[in-house]
């Protein structure tokens, strides 16, 4: 069974940081690009991060350029992302995702997904 489960979200004030975590079974993870994409209230799901299978290469949304920090553990199987100076605009459900294709920011490009964690910033 293919599995990916975030966690580490919270609620937090601005200027303050995270580390949400997202552990993948075996299946999922090995060869994979892993990414983040978030869904605020009413909006529609938007691309945060992305990392190569072997943590090469790393694309951003802009948004989050300079803030957000993607980073794997392939040993562990588990894909981060660190959320420094967080704005009240960073709250949203985050998820995490899986799949073969490089340099994508499209949702319909990854294959498999988690439950998401939420993540609140109060100003």
């Known amino acids: 069974q293919v599995l990916l489960v975030e966690s580490g979200g919270g609620l937090v004030q601005a200027g303050d940081s995270l580390r949400l975590s997202c552990v993948a079974s075996?299946?999922?993870?090995?060869?994979?690009?892993m990414a983040w994409f978030r869904q605020a209230p009413g909006k529609e799901r938007e691309f945060v991060a992305a990392?190569?299978?072997?943590?090469?290469?790393?694309w951003y949304d802009d948004s989050v350029k300079g803030r957000f920090t993607i980073s794997r553990d392939n040993a562990k199987n588990t894909v981060y992302l660190h959320l420094n100076s967080l704005k009240p605009e960073d709250t949203a459900v985050y998820y995490c995702a899986a799949g073969t294709r490089l340099y994508e920011k499209r949702g319909d490009a990854y294959d498999y997904w988690g439950q998401g964690t939420q993540v609140t910033v109060s100003s």
């Open positions: 075996r299946r999922t993870f090995t060869g994979y690009s």
């Open positions: 990392i190569t299978w072997s943590g090469s290469s790393t």
